[in-house]
């Protein structure tokens, strides 16, 4: 069974960073590129960023570019978020989810950015 | 940046009848071997979103066949060929031709 499970969330003062995580099980891991998706309260989907197999390719939303960096390290099936320079509207739930096409998503973990 | 536009943004349905949404891109979503990256999700309350179809028409693994997906180029619909109690939440269209972009949501609601 595939599994994706978040974690890393936390509430953030603006301009911090934080380390989202993202545990997979169940597949190859090596097979698939790898997403992040994230939801603002009582907003819709937003794409945030995807990965390749092996970590040399990454695409961001324009809006993520230069604060957010995507990674992933195959060895231990885990995908990572470092988000950067956080702002009240980084708010949201950040979802892991496989492939670029999002065929599998995790639960998600919040991230609160407030004073 | 392609803008993916989803219509009717809120969509009351009799239990039992048709549905149908619409998305359009901004620009086409065909690569040169002539793949086309569009799918679509469901979100009920309170859940992660599922994908539903993948590739304009293809349904994942126990996607009611209910469910179809249809389109081209820059022009692509939802349907749902008789609605049930389940399927009400919010569906969403997404490319990922293109990094990714999603629909702002068509609101699916029992009437």
């Known amino acids: 069974e595939v599994q994706l499970v978040e974690s890393g969330g936390d509430l953030v003062q603006p301009g911090g960073s934080l380390r989202l995580s993202c545990a997979a099980s169940g597949f190859t891991f090596t097979d698939y590129w790898m997403s992040w998706v994230r939801q603002a309260p009582g907003k819709g989907l937003e794409w945030v960023a995807n990965i390749n197999h092996d970590g040399s390719a990454k695409y961001y939303a324009d809006s993520m570019k230069g604060r957010f960096t995507i990674a992933r390290d195959n060895a231990k099936n885990s995908l990572y978020l470092q988000m950067n320079s956080l702002r009240g509207e980084d708010t949201a739930l950040y979802f892991c989810?496989?492939?670029?096409?999002?065929?599998?998503w995790g639960q998600g973990t919040l991230v609160t950015v407030s004073s | 940046d392609i803008v993916m536009t989803q219509s009717p943004l809120s969509l009351p349905v009799t239990l039992g009848q048709p549905a149908s949404i619409s998305c359009r891109s901004s620009q086409s979503l065909v690569n040169r071997e002539g793949i086309t990256y569009l799918n679509w999700f469901h979100q009920r309350p309170g859940q992660s979103p599922r994908r539903l179809i993948y590739k304009v028409s293809n349904r994942d693994s126990g996607v009611p066949d209910r469910f179809s997906g249809s389109g081209s180029g820059t022009a692509f619909t939802l349907k749902i060929s008789r609605v049930e109690a389940e399927d009400v939440g919010v569906y969403y269209c997404?490319?990922?031709?293109?990094?990714?972009?999603f629909g702002q949501g068509t609101k699916l609601e029992i009437k």
């Open positions: 989810a496989r492939e670029g096409g999002l065929g599998y």
């Open positions: 997404m490319q990922h031709i293109y990094g990714g972009t």
